[in-house]
C-alpha cells in the first residue's frame, strides 16, 4: 500500500483533538486511510468526534478546527483530502451503535459501505498473510456512467447519489489498477461475484418494526450465518448450534433454547442463506458455491 502515492495511513484506539495535532495538524492533497481495529477501544466521546471529523472529510474534503495544545493555539487543517475509514467492530457492538447513536444514523445511510468480513477457512488459512504489490496509480480515467451491476450492490448501503460517485470512483480504481482503459461488463459481473455475497449480507441482517424507530441489526442469525461459513459444507443439526453456543442441555430448558435457534434458522432460510433439510441445515448452494471458490483462491 505504500506504493500508492500520497497515501497516509492513521490507525485510531483513541481520537482527541490534542491527538489530531500530533498525528495531521496539516493534510493537503492526500489520500487518508483511518483505521480503527477494535471499535471497543474508542469511548463514546472518541466515537462521536471521529465519525464527526472522518464525514465532514468526506462530505466537503476539508476540516479544519481551531484548538489549544499545551496552552498554544493550533489549527488542524485537512484540505483537498480523500478519507476511507475501516472500522472493525462486533455484531453486538454493531447492534448498539445502531440502537443509540444518532450521529451513526445519520452518517451511516450515505457514508459508509458495511461489510460483514467473514472468514470461513479459520482452521486452514495459512499462517502468513498475502503480500499485495499495487502499481502506482494514474490519474483516474474519465468513466462517468456507473456500472449497473456494482450500483445494485451498493444502493443497499449508500443514498443513489453517492452510490453512483462510489461505483465511478471503483471503476477508475480498477482500471487503473489493472491498466486498463475501458471498464468492461465482464469487470461489473466480476465485481458481484467477487463482493455481492459480503456486500448482500448486511442488508438482509436489518430489522425495521417502525418508520419512527430507527433499524436495528439481526445479530442472532448473523452469529449463526458466522457458524454455518466456518462449516460452510456441512449438515448442522440443532444440537451442533446448541453445543456451540453454550445454550442449556437440561430438560427442563431446551424447548426455549431450540425454540429461540429455530427462530433464527426459519428467518435465515426464508432469506436464501440456509436450507433445511430436516432434520439437518446446512449453507445454501450459493453460499456454498462461494466459499468453495474462497477456499481455492486462498488455501
Not at 169 to 193: H, I, P
Request: glycine share 4%; charged share 25%.
Amino acid at each position: 500500500m505504500k506504493k500508492i502515492p500520497d497515501l497516509v495511513i492513521n490507525n485510531w484506539n483513541s481520537v482527541t483533538y490534542y491527538e489530531l495535532v500530533q498525528k495531521i495538524s496539516l493534510l493537503v492533497g492526500k489520500r487518508l486511510l483511518w483505521t480503527v481495529e477494535e471499535w471497543s477501544m474508542l469511548t463514546d466521546y472518541h466515537r462521536e468526534l471521529l465519525m464527526a471529523v472522518a464525514s465532514k472529510v468526506q462530505t466537503d474534503r476539508k476540516f479544519e478546527r481551531m484548538v489549544s495544545a499545551q496552552g498554544v493555539p493550533v489549527t488542524i487543517s485537512i484540505q483537498d483530502c480523500d478519507l476511507v475509514l475501516l472500522i472493525a467492530i462486533q455484531p453486538f457492538k454493531f447492534r448498539k451503535l445502531m440502537r443509540e447513536s444518532e450521529n451513526w444514523n445519520s452518517l451511516a445511510n450515505d457514508r459508509f459501505i458495511k461489510l460483514m468480513l467473514i472468514n470461513p477457512l479459520q482452521k486452514d488459512t495459512k499462517k502468513i498473510p498475502p503480500h499485495f504489490t499495487l502499481p502506482l496509480l494514474t490519474q483516474p480515467l474519465p468513466h462517468f456512467v456507473p456500472n449497473r451491476d456494482i450500483m445494485e450492490l451498493l444502493e443497499q448501503h449508500l443514498t443513489r447519489s453517492r452510490a453512483e460517485l462510489a461505483t465511478i470512483r471503483y471503476m477508475n480504481a480498477w482500471c487503473s489498477l489493472n491498466g486498463g482503459v475501458q471498464f468492461t461488463e465482464a469487470d461489473g459481473l466480476a465485481f458481484k461475484v467477487l463482493y455481492g455475497p459480503y456486500l448482500e449480507l448486511y442488508n438482509m441482517m436489518i430489522l425495521s418494526s417502525d418508520p419512527d424507530r430507527e433499524e436495528s441489526f439481526h445479530t442472532g442469525p448473523f452469529r449463526i450465518i458466522e457458524y454455518f461459513t466456518n462449516r460452510w459444507n456441512d449438515e448442522v443439526t440443532i444440537y451442533d448450534l446448541e453445543k456451540h453456543f453454550h445454550m442449556s442441555n437440561s430438560e427442563e430448558l431446551r424447548d426455549v433454547s431450540q425454540s429461540s435457534l429455530y427462530r433464527h434458522l426459519r428467518l435465515l432460510k426464508g432469506k436464501g442463506i440456509i436450507r433445511n433439510n430436516s432434520p439437518t441445515w446446512s449453507l445454501a448452494p450459493k453460499y456454498r458455491d462461494y466459499f468453495e471458490r474462497y477456499k481455492e483462491n486462498w488455501s
